[in-house]
């Protein structure tokens, strides 16, 4: 398991002025299942038809800083993402970030169990908690949320979070005011102090995506009836999709802790996941594709395995979350503490590029801002975790621009 480094405490003159002068910093349901979350600490640590992993993997990947083999196709270049602004601060370890159909967000608090709405101006309201949460002492508590793609006529909200019997998936209706009418859809997904996953979100076919880590149980991420090292795709009552590979929530296995999904504009499914001692990695998900875990850790020759369209050394990323805007993957970095941007055109994933470096800390989750011609992101910090060193209400969420 992996201890994080202690932060530094001095800064040389050269990064000094570079951040003074706004530069960054860079470095080349009703259905029961049977069935978690990486931090830098013990652990590295209703649609019709699907339209994720139209691409398939044909190159292995490497290593951030070493050479690559050329991508089939070269990805565009795009403008340099901006210096953040804060948009709130005073947060406690925020995780999950979803948009309402206003443009405003609801966040999560992982270990007060409460979900906030934050306008993009930085108002910032409580509007519940989520019952039936428990920590772990390590990565476990509420994790992600998700608004439904229909909210303005079902009023549901999503969230996964770690319970006393597993880590769950659970409606909740929203009325715009308050969270009320709680209900499991999913459980018995195995938990554990860490590697607990706990990232969902809709998929462009209107089905919801959910990422389960192996619950410190390697074997379990290569055992399809199990839906821990999983990405699952189910419909909005927690039944499986429409197309499944296996017939059951599996949509994807041989994981280890991945915590991050998105979408290209091309409906690719692209997934960044925590490695162990080794790499950290970012696939491109492809319905039914063993990813390797615990076999593999990174690009690997076992038959049948997939490789990673890139991987890093886990102290330069410890990913937590993805989000594909200007063309490119965004990466938030936890033990790394920087935001990678991996241009991608097609299946190909280009050189990937860091910004923030040890300036912000651990670095939780990244979502692109909503709304015609928008091209910013959010950015949350998780400082106040027992992996960081910030106090609580030391978190803060940001904006960048991609300008």
């Given amino acids: 398991m992996r201890t994080r480094p202690a932060r530094r405490a001095t800064w040389t003159v050269a990064v000094t002025a570079a951040l003074a002068a706004g530069f960054l910093l860079s470095a080349p349901g009703t259905g029961r299942a049977i069935g978690t979350n990486h931090v830098a600490g013990p652990s590295h640590t209703a ?13 292995p990947s ?113 009325d715009g005011s308050a969270l009320s009418d709680y209900k499991v859809l999913v459980d018995g997904i195995r938990k554990n102090t860490y590697h607990n996953g706990g990232r969902i979100k809709f998929g462009p076919d209107g089905y919801l995506y959910a990422t389960t880590g192996d619950a410190q149980s390697p074997d379990l991420a290569q055992d399809k009836t199990s839906l821990n090292g999983k990405i699952l795709r189910m419909t909005p009552d927690g039944t499986p999709a429409p197309g499944n590979p296996f017939g059951s929530l599996v ?83 936890l033990r790394g503490e920087r935001l990678w941007r991996i241009p991608v055109a097609g299946t190909s994933a280009g050189t990937p590029k860091a910004y923030y470096t040890n300036h912000y800390g651990r670095l939780r989750t990244v979502e692109s801002v909503p709304g015609p011609g928008t091209k910013s992101l959010w950015l949350t910090t998780t400082n106040a975790d027992n992996n960081g060193d910030g106090e609580a209400g030391s978190d803060k969420v940001f904006q960048i621009d991609l300008g």
């Fill in 47 to 59: 649609g019709a038809g699907h339209t994720a992993g139209t691409g398939r993997i044909t190159a």
């Fill in 62 to 174: 490497h290593t951030a800083g070493s050479p690559a083999p050329a991508p089939a196709s070269a990805p565009a270049a795009a403008s340099e993402p901006g210096s953040p602004k804060t948009v709130s601060s005073g947060w406690s370890i925020p995780w999950g970030l979803s948009w309402l159909p206003d443009g405003s967000a609801l966040l999560t608090e992982r270990d007060s169990f409460k979900v906030y709405t934050l306008t993009q101006s930085g108002t910032k309201r409580q509007i519940g908690e989520v019952p039936n949460v428990v920590t772990t002492g390590g990565e476990g508590g509420l994790l992600s949320i998700a608004v439904s793609p229909s909210w303005k006529s079902d009023h549901y909200v999503y969230v996964m979070h770690t319970a006393a019997d597993g880590n769950r998936i659970a409606r909740m209706a929203f």
């Fill in 251 to 333: 949509y994807s296995y041989g994981h280890r802790n991945p915590q991050g999904i998105t979408w290209d504009a091309e409906g690719r499914l692209w997934e960044g996941e925590l490695g162990d001692s080794k790499y950290d990695e970012l696939n491109l998900i492809e319905p039914g594709k063993n990813y390797g875990w615990p076999i593999c850790e990174g690009g690997c020759s076992a038959t049948g395995m997939t490789d990673p369209k890139r991987q890093w050394p886990v102290a330069e990323a410890s990913p937590s979350a993805v989000a594909y805007a200007d063309g490119a993957i965004y990466m938030a970095a």
